[in-house]
């Protein structure tokens, strides 16, 4: 028994013994799978690395690569994007040539426009100018015949003075000279600067006037003096007074007559013995003698310019 006993505890020593053993075992085979984990994990984060690295260098190379072809003028994207500049330069350059060319259509249109103007215009002021210098040439003509027939009326024609002469003393044996005829002047003529109608009417008025003077001349002796109710009217220097003012060429005034209406002109010319005005409506000229002012036939006021 005492043996069995033994024997038994022996059992049991070595059951502990496998149980520590395995414990040892179970410990030892967790440290080699931690062991196992790290080792893989390692190599999972420098795989990582390297797909990382391998990455940066792809792409280094790459911006190398499109760099060297920018350099070179390859890169496809540079080259597209430079034809469609290219495109757009070239239209651009049409529509500026277009634009150009229609310019240049239209200033020489108007240039052709402005030079046919130009010269209708100066045929137009070269007849103008022909007509106004003829117009005034006859109307100075008039103003100097009607000036000449004028100075005649008035007997204050031109007289040519004599040429002074020296008289040498005579000698003893020269003949006595003849004293030579004088020559008459011819009479003055006399032009009517009047119609008929305006002296038919002049000699009714004188006649009418003498009638009454002759009646009563007899009873109460000579007439007295008529009284001058007419206003004075001469022309001096190249101005005419009229109505104690003087009017000079180149003013503007209102021409009113009898028979004439209220126009406003400008005096254009002034003579011995007659005016000539321009109406300012139609341009016309009208020729107004001195007498007619006198008598109160034709008026004349100064108006504003």
């Known amino acids: 028994m005492g043996y069995t006993h033994d024997e038994y505890d022996f059992e049991d020593d070595n059951e502990e013994d496998l149980d520590d053993e395995r414990e ?30 391998q990455m940066y260098q792809d792409k280094l190379a790459n911006l190398k690569k499109q760099l060297q072809q920018l350099k070179d003028g390859s890169h496809p994207e540079y080259n597209r994007k430079l034809k469609k500049l290219d495109i757009q330069y070239k239209e651009r350059l049409r529509l500026n040539i277009i634009s150009r060319d229609y310019y240049i259509e239209c200033v020489e249109r108007d240039y052709v426009l402005e030079k046919k103007a130009a010269a209708k215009e100066f045929e137009e002021k070269k007849v103008e100018l022909r007509e106004t210098l003829i117009s005034d040439m006859e109307e100075k003509k008039k103003m100097i015949e009607s000036e000449r027939h004028t100075m005649e009326l008035t007997g204050d024609s031109m007289e040519v003075k004599p040429v002074m002469t020296r008289k040498l003393r005579r000698r003893p044996n020269d003949p006595v000279p003849v004293p030579e005829k004088r020559r008459k002047p011819p009479p ?67 021409v009113e007559g009898k028979e004439l209406p209220r126009f406003p002109a400008v005096i254009s010319a002034i003579g011995t013995e007659v005016i000539w005005v321009k109406k300012t409506t139609d341009g016309s000229k009208v020729r107004i003698c001195t007498s007619q002012l006198s008598r109160g036939k034709v008026t004349i006021k100064r108006r504003a310019s």
């Open 24 to 53: 040892n075992d179970d410990q030892d085979e967790s440290d080699e799978d931690t062991e196992e984990a790290s080792e893989t994990d390692m190599g999972k984060s420098e795989e990582y690395t390297e797909i990382k690295e």
């Open 188 to 254: 003055a003529q006399l032009n009517y600067l009047l119609d008929e109608k305006e002296i038919e009417g002049d000699l009714k008025h004188i006649a009418r006037a003498l009638v009454p003077n002759s009646s009563t001349t007899s009873a109460t002796g000579p007439p007295p003096p008529e009284t001058n109710s007419l206003p004075e009217t001469r022309i001096e220097d190249g101005k005419l007074l009229y109505e104690r003012r003087w009017y000079h060429r180149g003013q503007p005034v209102y």
